[in-house]
């Protein structure tokens, strides 16, 4: 089954600085990656995802990028604030085609990401 | 994308008892699943809820421990059955909205307490 791996598991930047978190997945079957932010005392919230189909995704200050050959995918926020601080998740799993989706999503193990002021 | 309500959102509980919790989400959605997080950890599928029968349970989780229940498009339970401390989790419902290509939105999680 899928597999996936996240690093780093704790991240500290300075506010305005760039953060990178990245994720490798052990299924080639995999083609859909989504990236979920979860506030304390929250439940994760989707804030990107990227299909394999194309190789990077932006929206605003996130984006998101994709090696399908060697099967990792990143997440970048440029100029963080103090409310980028979060614990983020990668995401892995398969979707079919026709808009239905066949396997679970299996997740890293999150990265805690700290913006000081 | 799609509202999903939990309750309760915590609960504190005695070894050995039984709770529910109950997820309703705002839209008619394809799928629901149900996912542990325990204290720091990822998240992890205890199984998919399907509707008007059996859930399908993954590796590790059996349905006298978590039954669930989905009686319609909108609404599942999860029971966690004869609790231990060692149930002490977040517990997480999820749900991929119609016509959805693979997003899956989460509720706020029930943070279950097991003295």
């Known amino acids: 089954g899928e597999n996936v791996e996240q690093h780093p598991s704790t991240l500290s930047v300075q506010e305005g600085d760039s953060a990178v978190i990245k994720c490798t997945y052990s299924d080639s079957a995999s083609n859909y990656f989504p990236w979920y932010k979860q506030e304390l005392g929250k439940g994760p919230q989707l804030i990107i995802d990227i299909r394999s189909n194309v190789g990077e995704k932006k929206d605003q200050r996130i984006a998101v990028t994709l090696n399908k050959t060697a099967k990792h995918f990143s997440l970048h926020i440029t100029e963080t604030q103090p409310e980028d601080s979060a614990v983020y998740f990668c995401?892995?799993?398969?979707?079919?085609?026709?808009?239905?989706?066949?396997?679970?999503?299996?997740f890293g193990k999150g990265t805690k990401l700290s913006v000081k002021p | 994308s799609a509202v999903i309500s939990q309750k309760p959102s915590r609960d504190i509980c005695q070894r050995g008892t039984s709770l529910t919790i109950q997820c309703q989400v705002d839209?008619?959605?394809?799928?629901m699943f149900w996912y542990r997080q325990q204290p720091g950890q990822s998240l992890t599928l205890i199984a998919t809820?399907?509707?008007?029968?059996?859930?399908?349970?993954e590796s590790g989780f059996v349905i006298d421990k978590f039954p669930i229940s989905r009686p319609n498009l909108t609404f599942s339970t999860l029971t966690v059955s004869n609790m231990s401390p060692e149930d002490s989790s977040i517990y997480l419902c999820s749900a991929r909205a119609q016509g959805a290509t693979g997003e899956l939105f989460f509720g706020e999680g029930s943070r279950l307490t097991v003295l």
């Open positions: 839209s008619q959605v394809t799928m």
């Open positions: 995401a892995a799993s398969m979707v079919g085609n026709y808009g239905g989706s066949q396997g679970n999503l299996i």
């Open positions: 809820a399907n509707q008007g029968s059996e859930a399908t349970y």
